[in-house]
């Protein structure tokens, strides 16, 4: 199945889209609204299809691949759910302590996409470890539709705990250094924001198109934070103003990028939204921040 991008879709059907993946409108509402877009013997059906996440395109370092080692873990969480389920992700030859990032994901559960940006973290030398927020109800279940219904059904504040667990868990790993980053993508890049505050021994954040931490919670941040929105997103773009204030008030360390035409979720390489440039470019800026911040 050929890849589609952004640029062959309306931005309203985008936009529309967006609002279906956040629990906005449920499927039935998206394509009645959708049926405008089907023209020229596409059907809407064809259109929900084409622009659903195809975890085939997920892969950008193998399951198997020589130079890692992944095994599954799991995490007790008192406060939270019981437990969580880690995906762990270390380079095959450790060097000795190495640095460790929490890797946050989507409002779907820990899907193939999210396990591929644990691996590519440990293909760059840091010991990675993605929790699966889902645990409590089963995991993730396969499917974006599945994931959004079990998401609804776990209780978010137990499910942050869960998250801190699996934040202790990993700084306390005996592969860690004790310097501990956390990155995470739209329900998880908010999640980091609120772990740079409520772990104030985070050392390094970087959120994507996340929810800010408001400004009370940012006067606590002590982490240097690297910020990354699409500029096509304009509620969490139009956003950072405001964050970028707060963390400057606070005098955190910290940027923030707004990459020119790129959509909410334009990392994400298993959707039409994925834009190759910013996604590269930030991904190269975010290893960049944790070389620096938490080596």
Same mark, same amino acid.
């Given at each position: 199945?050929?890849?589609?991008?952004?640029?062959?879709?309306?931005?309203?059907?985008?936009?529309?889209?967006?609002?279906?993946?956040?629990?906005?409108?449920?499927?039935?509402?998206?394509?009645?609204?959708?049926?405008?877009?089907?023209?020229?013997?596409?059907?809407?059906?064809?259109?929900?299809?084409?622009?659903?996440?195809?975890?085939?395109?997920?892969?950008?370092?193998? @399951?198997?691949?020589?130079?890692?080692?992944?095994?599954?873990? =799991?995490?007790?969480?008192?406060?939270?759910?019981?437990?969580?389920?880690?995906?762990?992700? &270390?380079?095959?030859?450790?060097?000795?302590?190495?640095?460790?990032?929490?890797?946050?994901?989507?409002?779907?559960?820990? =899907?193939?996409?999210?396990?591929?940006?644990?691996?590519?973290?440990?293909?760059?030398?840091?010991?990675?470890?993605?929790?699966?927020?889902?645990?409590?109800?089963?995991?993730?279940?396969?499917?974006?539709?599945?994931?959004?219904? &079990?998401?609804?059904?776990?209780?978010?504040?137990?499910?942050?705990?869960?998250?801190?667990?699996?934040?202790?868990?990993?700084?306390?790993?005996?592969?860690?250094?004790? @310097?501990?980053?956390?990155?995470?993508?739209?329900?998880?890049?908010?999640?980091?924001?609120?772990?740079?505050?409520?772990?104030?021994?985070?050392?390094?954040?970087?959120?994507?198109?996340?929810?800010?931490?408001?400004?009370?919670?940012?006067?606590?941040? &002590?982490?240097?934070?690297?910020?990354?929105?699409?500029?096509?997103?304009?509620?969490?773009?139009?956003?950072?103003?405001?964050?970028?204030?707060?963390?400057?008030?606070?005098?955190?360390?910290?940027?923030?990028?707004?990459?020119?035409?790129?959509?909410?979720?334009?990392?994400?390489? =298993?959707?039409?939204?994925?834009? @190759?440039?910013?996604?590269?470019?930030?991904?190269?800026?975010?290893?960049?921040?944790?070389? &620096?911040?938490?080596?």
């Amino acid at each position: 199945m050929e890849r589609k991008t952004a640029s062959e879709y309306p931005q309203e059907l985008l936009d529309l889209f967006h609002e279906y993946q956040h629990g906005e409108i449920d499927r039935r509402e998206f394509l009645t609204r959708a049926q405008r877009f089907a023209i020229g013997g596409l059907t809407v059906t064809a259109i929900f299809e084409s622009l659903r996440p195809n975890y085939a395109f997920a892969q950008q370092v193998a @399951k198997d691949d020589k130079d890692i080692v992944v095994s599954s873990e =799991t995490i007790a969480s008192p406060k939270g759910n019981g437990t969580i389920n880690g995906y762990f992700v &270390k380079p095959a030859k450790m060097p000795g302590k190495l640095p460790v990032v929490l890797v946050v994901h989507e409002n779907r559960g820990r =899907t193939p996409y999210i396990e591929d940006v644990a691996r590519r973290l440990a293909k760059a030398n840091f010991v990675a470890c993605a929790p699966d927020g889902l645990t409590s109800v089963g995991g993730f279940p396969g499917t974006d539709e599945e994931g959004a219904v &079990k998401f609804r059904q776990v209780d978010g504040t137990k499910m942050f705990e869960d998250f801190l667990a699996a934040y202790d868990w990993l700084k306390a790993r005996p592969e860690s250094s004790g @310097k501990i980053g956390a990155t995470g993508f739209c329900f998880g890049g908010g999640v980091v924001n609120h772990l740079a505050w409520a772990r104030p021994d985070m050392s390094a954040g970087v959120p994507f198109y996340g929810s800010p931490a408001s400004a009370e919670d940012t006067a606590k941040i &002590k982490a240097a934070m690297l910020i990354h929105h699409g500029e096509m997103d304009t509620r969490l773009a139009n956003g950072w103003p405001a964050y970028d204030a707060a963390l400057t008030a606070a005098k955190v360390p910290h940027e923030g990028y707004i990459y020119k035409g790129a959509q909410h979720g334009f990392h994400n390489d =298993t959707t039409p939204r994925y834009d @190759k440039d910013a996604a590269t470019l930030a991904w190269d800026r975010t290893l960049a921040w944790f070389n &620096k911040y938490l080596r």
